[in-house]
C-alpha cells in the first residue's frame, strides 16, 4: 500500500470529521447501508460529549491526539 495514499485518506477524513480523524478515541462504525459514523469512545465516561459528534469537530474537550498523527 503506498503511503502517499494512506496520507490522502487521512487528509480526506480530517477534512470531513475534523479533530476526531486525529483522535485517540474515535470509532469509525460503518452501517449496513455503507454509511459511516464516527463514535467517540470518551462520551461513554464524559457527559460533556456527544456519541456521535456533529461533524467537523473543530474543538473539543475530551480530545486526546493519536501519536505520530499531524492534526
Not at 34 to 41: K, S
Not at 48 to 69: F, I, Q
Request: charged share 30%.
Amino acid at each position: 500500500k503506498s503511503g502517499i495514499r494512506g496520507r490522502t485518506r487521512l487528509a480526506d477524513l480530517s477534512d470531513r470529521v475534523g479533530l476526531c480523524a486525529h483522535c485517540r478515541h474515535l470509532r469509525p462504525i460503518e452501517s449496513d447501508r455503507g454509511a459511516t459514523f464516527y463514535l467517540c469512545r470518551r462520551a461513554a465516561r464524559d457527559p460533556r460529549l456527544e456519541k456521535y459528534p456533529r461533524l467537523p469537530v473543530h474543538a473539543c474537550p475530551g480530545y486526546d491526539r493519536v501519536e505520530n498523527s499531524q492534526p
